[in-house]
């Protein structure tokens, strides 16, 4: 039985009103107190957990906690969504790749130890519209408020994780999510980081968490996603090691006697004089409010009732608040250390000392921003496969913060922007249909005005092989980041200008997981590129840069064997300032199967990566960035290890012996540094460079509690 529901006008209006009112609401409710009981979610579609006869009269027996002849034992259902977006996950479980290591898969490098500044070694540029920092080294270990999980789930879920390396390296996290009531579910998120690393003073200390609620009223009528993000990573400097030499000398096996470029033993044997630490808050709310007729619909003994909103138009209103701060010290600076940016007669000169209450070297930059839009929406279409179109305002404040000294002597730069944006979106959520969509963002007014971002795809799902294609463009034209525009401390202040950079992408790749394969193009055009240049200054390229990639995946599979193959192509012009290895590979032998009635199943074998020969980025601490070098090239071993991973129910872990290779090979070395001129006075000047960690022993877990 089906009936249609109008509403009447006097709701409309309080529904309307509680649109702007529930974002706040929501979020306050959740932050003071979360109940102790757990509702079981019953589907999304339905009306909660009511008995309802022909009549209408409801009876809540959601509390009635004696009526146990009720109680279900349901299987744990957990997925999750992210903003924008219509399509579900679910948690990935799986042993096949479990060993890799976090955050540098499938082709980023650290600078050779965890939690240190990372590159990714498959180009990828900035897309800049609008104001930023321009401080990226550490996003590969934060959360991002805008690429948070929206979790929904039957019953209390949470996942701990905890790895354990040589040398105390350890990264630990916990995440747990539960339903408040079905339609209303909230998630909690942290990530401890902490490697003290294999060389001096390299020591990376992390805190990441992350908060997220979401809430879909049982009329549908009513959407609401919020998330909130705190990052904080803390990474002493060692400059890189002084003489690579060493790394072949049998006196070193200790590698934290090799010489490094800011060691000071009159500080400390643990800790650098040199420091760089970035800290940012963020905070994220959409809601919405959907306009259309309802259908409301009753099961077989009509018990209960599901809602069926068929969409005919909604408003969207989107707050971005986020604050972000960078903080450079050096307590014992060396005059030539700062000799690209600024000639000062400093205490700490050619020597290896420390004087409490010496001359200092500090850079403190702070954004604060606020971005709110609003949107408004159509749909077109079956309410399971709409098209969707938007087009909208939206109002945003920045403002940037230096503070050379750290005692008040302040200089800001206050910025407010105005943009519009518009967007169609259609996904395709079963097999067989065809996906695609357009999004604009163009700023009006402002300082950033004429910045703006096109991208637009189109796809389809095959319904036969389980697999889907894209082929898509997109378009950025903007400005350089604030830390490239000015860099200041008590000793200088440089201030630059560029024009604005452009950057044009092609892109296809297309997919099979019945055939276990997935590929793909990209190719970009960047004209006026801003970048670090071998100076350690920022600098622009004018000329138009072509920059090719081509990637493909295949795994063969015989009986319980797989071969695990990745491989990616880049090519780019000469005379551009931008290094790639040609050719990178990964390569992933392993014996996978079930045992003892398949409660226990493992994934065991070896690993193999490689790149070849190339110029790799240099790494200033001192800016904080990796910088264009064109002196230093770098021939890598292939990387080995060996693993073991196992699951038993919901407890996943694994033991690997990584970097074999180091048993008959010298550490790679990963990126060179900043020159070291008279090194500890002795009139010699050097180039460090990062290396490689030495053969090590890796451990780690995952285990799901589910209530």
């Not at 509403?7 to 706040?24: A, D, E, S």
């Not at 897309?127 to 934060?142: E, K, Q």
């Not at 007014?445 to 637009?456: C, E, L």
């Not at 601490?621 to 060996?642: G, I």
Request: with cysteine; charged share 15%; glycine share 8%.
């Amino acid at each position: 039985m089906a009936c249609k529901f109008y509403p009447p006008k006097h709701t409309i209006l309080k529904n309307y009103m509680r649109f702007f009112q529930g974002g706040v609401l929501c979020f306050i409710l959740l932050t003071i107190a979360v109940p102790n009981c757990v509702f079981g979610q019953l589907n999304t579609s339905t009306g909660g957990n009511m008995a309802t006869n022909r009549n209408g009269t409801a009876k809540d027996t959601t509390h009635n906690k004696s009526n146990t002849t009720t109680w279900k034992d349901e299987e744990a259902n957990i997925s999750y969504e992210q903003l924008g977006s219509a399509r579900k996950f679910t948690p990935d479980t799986g042993l096949h790749t479990f060993q890799r290591r976090p955050y540098t898969a499938p082709w980023y490098r650290d600078l050779g130890n965890p939690g240190s500044p990372a590159c990714n070694l498959m180009f990828t540029p900035e897309y800049r519209v609008g104001p930023t920092l321009g401080y990226h080294i550490n996003d590969i270990y934060r959360f991002q408020p805008d690429s948070l999980n929206y979790y929904n789930t039957n019953r209390p879920y949470s996942v701990f994780n905890y790895q354990l390396g040589s040398k105390l390296e350890q990264v630990a996290g916990l995440m747990h999510t539960q339903n408040i009531r079905p339609n209303w579910n909230f998630m909690v998120e942290y990530r401890k980081t902490n490697a003290p690393g294999f060389y001096k003073i390299q020591r990376n200390n992390h805190d990441n968490f992350a908060l997220t609620t979401n809430f879909k009223s049982l009329d549908k009528h009513y959407v609401l996603y919020c998330g909130m993000v705190y990052n904080k990573e803390q990474h002493d400097e060692n400059g890189g090691i002084v003489n690579d030499t060493e790394l072949d000398n049998s006196a070193y096996i200790d590698r934290r006697t090799i010489d490094a470029a800011y060691q000071n033993g009159q500080y400390s044997t643990s800790r650098s004089t040199v420091t760089n630490m970035q800290r940012d808050f963020g905070l994220l709310l959409q809601h919405s409010y959907t306009f259309g007729p309802l259908d409301t619909t009753y099961n077989a003994d009509s018990t209960e009732f599901s809602y069926r909103l068929k969409p005919r138009f909604s408003i969207t209103h989107k707050m971005q608040l986020s604050t972000e701060k960078h903080l450079y010290k050096d307590l014992a600076p060396d005059s030539l250390r700062y000799i690209s940016l600024f000639d000062a007669s400093l205490g700490h000169s050619g020597a290896s000392y420390y004087i409490p209450g010496g001359d200092s070297v500090m850079t403190q930059q702070k954004w604060v921003w606020v971005d709110n839009s609003v949107l408004l929406n159509g749909f077109i279409g079956p309410d399971s496969n709409q098209l969707r179109f938007s087009a909208g305002i939206g109002n945003r404040f920045d403002q940037f913060i230096s503070d050379p000294t750290q005692t008040g002597g302040l200089n800001r730069n206050r910025i407010v922007s105005n943009y519009v944006t518009a967007e169609i979106q259609k996904e395709a959520l079963k097999g067989g249909e065809w996906n695609y969509g357009a999004k604009a963002t163009f700023f009006v007014t402002g300082q950033y005005t004429d910045n703006i971002n096109f991208k637009a795809s189109i796809g389809r799902d095959f319904k036969k092989d389980n697999g889907s294609f894209v082929l898509g463009v997109e378009q950025n034209l903007g400005d350089g980041p604030y830390s490239y525009n000015n860099y200041l401390n008590k000793f200088a202040t440089l201030s630059y200008g560029y024009n604005k950079e452009s950057v044009t992408t092609l892109f296809g790749s297309i997919e099979s997981r019945k055939l276990r394969f997935s590929g793909g193009v990209k190719n970009y055009v960047l004209s006026n590129y801003i970048y670090y240049s071998q100076l350690e200054r920022p600098a622009q390229y004018a000329p138009a840069i072509n920059l090719a990639q081509a990637w493909v995946k295949k795994v063969f599979k015989a009986g319980n064997w797989f071969l695990d193959n990745e491989l990616v192509y880049q090519q780019v012009n000469d005379g551009a300032p931008i290094n790639v290895p040609l050719l990178m590979g990964r390569n992933q032998l392993s014996f996978e199967r079930p045992m003892f009635k398949r409660a226990l199943k493992i994934a065991t074998g070896i690993e193999v990566r490689y790149n070849t020969s190339y110029k790799p980025s240099g790494y200033s601490a001192v800016l904080n960035q990796f910088f264009y070098q064109n002196k230093v090239s770098v021939t890598n071993t292939p990387e080995l290890s060996v693993f073991l991973n196992f699951r038993v129910k919901h407890f996943r872990a694994f033991i690997m012996v990584d970097q074999l290779q180091q048993l008959f090979a010298t550490n790679a070395i990963l990126f060179t540094g900043s020159t070291a001129y008279n090194f500890n006075g002795s009139g010699v000047n050097y180039t460090p460079v990062y290396a490689m960690q030495n053969t090590m022993l890796r451990f780690g877990f995952s285990w799901v509690l589910i209530n």
